[in-house]
Nanobody, 121 residues
Framework: QVQLVESGGGLVQAGGSLRLSCAAS????????MGWYRQAPGKQRELVAA???????NYSDSVKGRFTISRDNAKNTVYLRMNSLKPEDTAVYYC???????????????WGQGTQVTVSS
């Protein structure tokens, strides 16, 4: 009933920029938090950035100052602007959202399929 679809991944040279988008669709009553996680080969999935419906943000120390998370509540979409990309940023980036489909249901955590970001040296 709810789907998260990421877009914007690709190959970019070090120092370049990329913008990821994640749109939630389906039966949605409200979305509390949306965020981005990433997972590189051989490593655990880690939080990159998150944002609440009220605009409160938090970032991983490794991306702070370089990445900016934002959301358009009217479009149920979250964005991740990535600047000054480094090879260490190479990973599959996953969209995450806490969504409830009706006023009487609790929030449920959803995940997107992931989008590959590759930063070349």
């Amino acid at each position: 009933q709810v789907q998260l679809v990421e877009s914007g991944g690709g190959l970019v040279q070090a120092g370049g920029s990329l913008r990821l988008s994640c749109a939630a669709s389906g039966t949605i009553f409200s979305i509390y938090a949306m965020g981005w996680y990433r997972q590189a080969p051989g490593k655990q999935r880690e939080l990159v950035a998150a944002i609440t419906s009220g605009g409160t943000t938090n970032y991983s120390d490794s991306v702070k100052g370089r990445f900016t998370i934002s959301r358009d509540n009217a479009k149920n979409t979250v964005y991740l602007r990535m600047n000054s990309l480094k090879p260490e940023d190479t990973a599959v980036y996953y969209c995450n959202a806490d969504i409830r489909s009706s006023s009487y249901l609790d929030y449920y955590e959803y995940w997107g399929q992931g989008t590959q970001v590759t930063v070349s040296s």
